[in-house]
């Protein structure tokens, strides 16, 4: 089982950057796929990235590729995300979550989920 808690979130200008962590808890988080979902009121959790137990393949949503990078520090049980360029709609509760079925884009397929950080751009 693999316990995850997310930190890093805030409020930030249009343009800003954020560095966001998930850190993990449990041995055998280093052969997890992590994703980093968002979430705003009253819709789904949308996929935004990926990255394998490596780190050496990652997957990004159209919405974010060329301004977010996905990476991760299995000596520190720790995935990043680092957002460039944010946008106000990238507003929205951002989840990392364990992958346990084979669609890293599908929530449905995350066993394990923190319980979200915060993130406001204002226009």
């Known amino acids: 089982q693999v316990q995850l808690v997310e930190s890093g979130g805030g409020l930030v200008q249009a343009g800003g950057s954020l560095r966001l962590s998930c850190a993990a808890s449990g041995p055998t988080f280093s052969s997890y796929i992590i994703g980093w979902f968002r979430q705003t009121l009253g819709k789904e959790r949308d996929f935004v990235a990926a990255?394998?137990?490596?780190?050496?393949?990652?997957r990004y949503a159209d919405s974010v590729k060329g301004r977010f990078t996905i990476s991760r520090d299995n000596g520190e049980n720790t995935v990043y995300l680092i957002m460039n360029s944010l946008k106000p709609e990238d507003t929205g509760v951002y989840l990392c979550?364990?992958?346990?079925?084979?669609?890293?884009?599908?929530?449905?397929?995350?066993?394990?989920w923190g319980q979200g950080t915060q993130v406001t751009v204002s226009s």
């Open positions: 990255i394998d137990w490596s780190g050496g393949s990652t």
């Open positions: 979550a364990a992958l346990m079925g084979h669609n890293a884009m599908s929530p449905s397929d995350y066993a394990y």
